[in-house]
Structures are given as C-alpha cells and as structure tokens.
C-alpha cells in the first residue's frame, strides 16, 4: 500500500467527481474540476522541471487556486512548502534559502517581494488575488491553460516526502519532515482519533464518503497553517466539502455557517474562538446546521469554553492536542468547564502518546514531564541533524518524537498539557506554565486577551508579567483583576506586573507570539 497525499485525493476523485470539495468566498469547484485544473498545473511545473523532490513554495492566502497548487505539486511527488504570508523580505529570503526552493506558487500581491528576495528561483506562478500587480513568472491562467488534464504521472509512494514549516513564534522557523503515510496516520484521518484504530488501507475514507452523506467542513486557520492543512486534506479523501475564507471575520463566519449550511468548524483556539461566539451572541444568525466545533493547536481557555456550551448546547465541542512534530496526541470532548484554576487542555491521549520524564522514563502518573508520541513519527528536522537528535528519542525500544511541550499523566490516564517547556516561567524555583496564568486572566468579564512571560528578576531569577487587552467598553481595575486571578491560581503564579495594551499580536495562525511579548517588556520596562 503507498499511501500518498496525491493518491489518496484521486480515490475521493474517482468515487465523487460531482460533488463540491472547496468554496471560498462566493466560488466552488467540484472534485472533478479540482482534479482537472490540478493535473493541468502539475503538467506545467513538470514542463519547468518540477519533479520528485523538488521543494516548491506556497506563498498565499487561502483561495481555491491555493488547493489547486497543493494538490499539482503533490501528483509530481514534488514537496510543498508553507511560506507565511506576512513574513518581511529578510524574514522570506531566510525561508527561501533554508527550504531549498526552486519554484514558488504565490499570490499576486506579493510580486515585488518575490522580486526582490526570490533570484534562486527558476519557476514563478502567479495566482489571482484580486490584484493588478506586475508579475515576476506566469500566470496561473496561462499555467493551467498550458498544461494537460490527464492524470498520467508516475506512481507515488507512502516514502513521498512532506514538509511543514513551524510558525517560530520564539524563533525562526523550522522544516519538520514527515513521509506521507506517517503524517496521514497521525493528521490526515488515517486513524480514528477517538479509538486510535487505524484505517485498514488508503481506500478506506473514501468507501466510506460514498456510504455516509458528504459533510461540509469550515476551516478557518490559513492554508499555510498545519491545522488548516490537514482539515482540509483530510475532508478531501473523505468526499466531503471544504470551506475556506479568504480572510478571517467572526460575523462572515456566521454569514458562510448559514449559507453554506457548514455541519464542522476547525478553528485554534482563543484568537478565533472567541471572536466567534462574540459575534454569534451579539447577532442574529442560524448555527443549527452545526454538530462540531473542534479547536487545536493553541490555548482554548476554559471561560471561551463555557460560551460555546451554553450558546451551542447542542454541538458537540473538542479540545484536541498535537504539533507539527506530532501529529495528532489526544482530544477531549467540552462537557462541563467548572470555575477556578486550570492548567491547560486536559485529553483523552493517543494510544502512542506518553510522557517522559526527567531521567528519560516513562512518566507515572502526577508526574511532569516531556510529552512523547510513538508510532507514526517524522523523519526529523530538515538540514538540521543537531535539533533532529534532540526530537527523537527512545524509550523502551520505542521511537518517539518529544516536540518541547510539557504533559502530565493523571491518576484517571487523562493527559493534562502544560505548555512549552521554552516557554514556562522559573520563577524563585517554581514552574509557572504561561497557559495556565492565561485562562486565569481571561475568565475576568473585562478582559478580552492576554498573553504571559517571564522577565529578569534579580531575587527570583524570573518574574511572572502579563500583557492583557481590555474587552471593548470596559474599564478594567487591575486590583479586582488581582482579586479574581489570585482565586484561580497559586500566588506564585499571579503576574508582578500586568501593561494594558491595545491588542494582543498573534502569529497568523492565532498563536500566541511570545517574541513580541518580550520585545514589549523590554521596552516598556521603566514604565
């Protein structure tokens, strides 16, 4: 069995050629015109020299044409490479030359800047984006129109390569390999995350799309994001409808929900989720076509939580956990949230999902330590063999990828997921986990945002900060905050200082950018 990205979507095209597989805005395509226009685009790069092994970057927001471009440069066993579409030219040429690109597929409007840093490469495509700029390659026009519809490439194998660029929001980005059967069996449906069970072979999503009604799935992360990937790929095999905005907006999210009558919505966490039911609760709109909400990937505080519940009670809510250097790790079906302290997204952990402790042991129970996960794991880090030998490890005899997030195993086998281990708080000799102190700060009625850090104290080594943005029209008191935070969480743990900032800066994917919450502490320190 070769289980292939490209192959796996052409068994949904063989089996659902009519029905709809994306819309964005007010378009739709159909999988058979999906796989025409995709098998068009990837005759052209092969014309260019585009073939197996060849990194190609996607540099655009999400549209159609961007689902196109994934799908062609799979079908050649060419690898895709996510380019973050605010990144500044120093920011894309490191990008560019780390990634090894050959060819780029970008949007219209970033012409000048792919002149400006993209000398290396050899093939440009240009994808309409409602702008007029002057383009340094082709069309995608031309580039469709100049290619063939057949689908007469070579086979492909599960050894395909994918690669996924993480956001860096405490650095630069770095390439995390994975050969395409692992990451399909860990993020793109390959196992039923609730039981664990894999699929018995790659036919199998796509028998059972044609056995079930297709359902419509609503991703709202950029096509650039993993989350959004991997939703959306995995919609895909599975015959169902994918809908993308081409820019987030919590009241057209409703507007998309009612037209499209939207059935599952894949968001991360806060910076989108609570945006969201804000609108819902303070317009008028029609959510019963929704039976799922489902968060990864960043902080889903319990105070967001408990909107959903009582808003939607009849959509079924999860939390689920994972990385880029994961894959899938667990999920947590939203019940019940109760008041008081929280430290982070508790789940129902993967049957490969462990934590290791300090001395490179299985965890017990109470214990903190790395969280791990075996079975389906990447390859490592791409033009990096120093943090790929800290990734990957042993335990046991069992290979396992530990990402940096810090996990504890409770006495009921749930797992409760701390934080990044680069980003926790030494404060006096305690362990002050950033997420935690978070959802503390916004479960206050006042405040809308927050994001938590570390700063140099000379007698305690750290000191708990936090930045927090103010609910539009409410004057916060920062005494009752103190109040409210110190009834949720340990003293050690409520922030020494607290800036009242105009917004939180969130990378595009909704994570929390933790190195523009230092650059701010720094500047603002004698404030």
């Not at 799908?71 to 090894?100: G, P």
């Not at 072979?201 to 796509?206: F, G, N, V, Y």
Request: proline share 5%; glycine share 10%.
């Amino acid at each position: 069995m070769a289980a292939n990205i490209a192959d796996l979507f052409e068994h949904a095209v063989d089996a659902f050629s009519d029905r709809v597989a994306v819309a964005c805005g007010e378009r739709e395509i159909t999988y058979a015109e999906l796989e025409e226009s995709a098998n068009r685009l990837a005759h052209f790069l092969r014309s260019r020299g585009v073939g197996k092994g060849a990194h190609v970057g996607l540099y655009a927001g999400n549209s159609i044409e961007a689902v196109v471009a994934m799908i062609a440069v799979y079908k050649l066993r060419a690898v895709v490479v996510n380019v973050n579409y605010r990144y500044v030219e120093n920011e894309l040429q490191y990008l560019f030359e780390d990634a090894s690109l050959t060819a780029l597929i970008h949007d219209r409007g970033f012409s000048a800047k792919v002149r400006a840093v993209g000398g290396g490469l050899h093939t440009t495509v240009a994808l309409p984006d409602g702008t007029d700029a002057d383009i340094p390659g082709v069309s995608y026009a031309d580039a469709v129109a100049a290619g063939k519809p057949d689908r007469d490439f070579e086979p492909r194998e599960g050894d395909d390569i994918y690669l996924l660029y993480t956001g860096g929001t405490t650095g630069y980005p770095k390439g995390v390999i994975w050969r395409h059967e692992d990451v399909w069996r860990v993020l793109g449906g390959g196992i039923d995350f609730m039981s664990g069970i894999p699929l018995e072979d790659e036919w199998a999503q796509s028998r059972r799309g044609a056995e079930m009604p297709p359902m419509v799935r609503f991703c709202l992360a950029p096509l650039i994001h993993g989350n959004a990937q991997w939703a959306a790929l995995a919609a895909l095999f599975g015959g169902d409808t994918v809908v993308f905005l081409p820019h987030f907006d919590p009241d057209e999210v409703w507007r998309v929900i009612e037209r499209r009558q939207v059935n599952v919505v894949v968001l991360i966490g806060d910076a989108m989720a609570r945006p969201i039911i804000e609108a819902y609760l303070a317009g008028n709109y029609d959510g019963s076509s929704l039976v799922a909400i489902s968060s990864s990937a960043a902080l889903f505080s319990p105070s967001v939580k408990r909107q959903y519940l009582e808003a939607l009670p009849n959509v079924m809510v999860t939390d689920a956990i994972g990385s880029s250097e994961t894959g899938f790790a667990g999920i947590g079906i939203v019940a019940d949230v109760q008041g008081g302290a929280v430290d982070g997204p508790r789940v129902m952990p993967g049957p490969d999902t462990i934590v290791i402790d300090e001395h490179g042991a299985k965890a017990p129970p109470g214990v903190v330590g790395r969280l791990a996960r075996g079975g389906h794991v990447p390859l490592g880090y791409y033009k990096d063999p120093e943090k790929t030998a800290t990734l990957l490890t042993e335990v046991d005899g069992v290979r396992y990828a530990i990402p940096g997030d810090l996990a504890r195993i409770e006495e009921d086998g749930t797992l409760t997921l701390l934080g990044r281990g680069n980003t926790c708080v030494n404060t006096g000799g305690e362990k002050v986990f950033p997420e935690e102190v978070e959802g503390a700060l916004k479960a206050h009625p006042d405040v809308f945002d927050a994001l938590v850090i570390g700063t140099p104290d000379d007698l305690l080594g750290q000191k708990v900060v936090a930045l927090v943005q103010v609910r539009p029209g409410a004057d916060l008191d920062l005494d009752d905050l103190d109040v409210h935070v110190r009834h949720r969480i340990a003293g050690y743990k409520v922030p020494r200082r607290i800036w009242v900032v105009d917004g939180i800066q969130r990378t595009i994917s909704g994570k929390a950018d933790y190195r523009w919450a230092h650059t701010y502490a720094r500047e603002h320190h004698a404030d």
